[in-house]
């Protein structure tokens, strides 16, 4: 597989986007505190991976997407006591509970619009996601995500005669 367009290792607590409530006044807000933060801190890491190519232009281009989301785990998959830190037999090996991975895609590719990665998310033709909980496999040691993009015209080229 060729090398991505480009790769963005994400620290914090990914946030979903998509649900809204309404406040006492009627206006509407996001119904995740998470959402604003989690963002900033995508954008903020595309910025400071593009800062330093200058020709980059957002994509407009059909393109994949690939992104690992890192969750921490509850505190109740772990035991008390002398077993403080370690995983209880029965705690699960893959996040299904929230935050639903496709308010998380959403949220992530808003902030990847916004800091000028993509024209706009409707580029987005594969999608490769998943949720995982750090420190498991080879996924990230703290909460975050990794964030890898292709345009899909650099994977599929018509071979040359």
């Given at each position: 597989?060729?090398?991505?367009?480009?790769?963005?290792?994400?620290?914090?607590?990914?946030?979903?986007?998509?649900s809204k409530n309404r406040n006492a006044?009627?206006?509407?807000?996001?119904?995740?505190?998470?959402?604003?933060?989690?963002?900033?801190?995508?954008?903020?890491?595309?910025?400071?991976?593009?800062?330093?190519?200058?020709?980059?232009?957002?994509?407009?281009?059909?393109?994949?997407?690939?992104?690992?989301?890192?969750?921490?785990?509850?505190?109740?998959?772990?035991?008390?006591?002398?077993?403080?830190?370690?995983?209880k037999p029965s705690a699960p090996h893959?996040?299904?509970?929230?935050?639903?991975?496709?308010?998380?895609?959403?949220?992530?590719?808003?902030?990847?619009?916004?800091?000028?990665?993509?024209?706009?998310?409707?580029?987005?033709?594969?999608?490769?996601?998943?949720?995982?909980?750090?420190?498991w496999g080879d996924a990230l040691r703290?909460?975050?995500?990794?964030?890898?993009?292709?345009?899909?015209?650099?994977?599929?080229?018509?071979?040359?005669?």
């Amino acid at each position: 597989m060729t090398t991505p367009a480009l790769t963005l290792t994400v620290y914090g607590t990914p946030g979903p986007q998509g649900s809204k409530n309404r406040n006492a006044a009627g206006a509407l807000y996001e119904s995740s505190a998470a959402v604003k933060p989690w963002r900033e801190a995508v954008k903020t890491a595309a910025l400071d991976a593009l800062h330093h190519d200058d020709g980059w232009a957002a994509l407009t281009c059909p393109v994949l997407l690939e992104v690992r989301f890192a969750l921490a785990r509850p505190k109740h998959h772990y035991g008390t006591g002398r077993n403080a830190g370690r995983l209880k037999p029965s705690a699960p090996h893959f996040p299904s509970s929230k935050p639903d991975l496709d308010k998380l895609i959403r949220s992530t590719q808003d902030a990847l619009k916004d800091a000028g990665v993509l024209a706009d998310d409707s580029v987005v033709a594969h999608l490769f996601a998943r949720k995982e909980f750090v420190l498991w496999g080879d996924a990230l040691r703290t909460p975050g995500a990794r964030i890898k993009v292709w345009r899909l015209s650099d994977l599929h080229k018509e071979p040359t005669p």
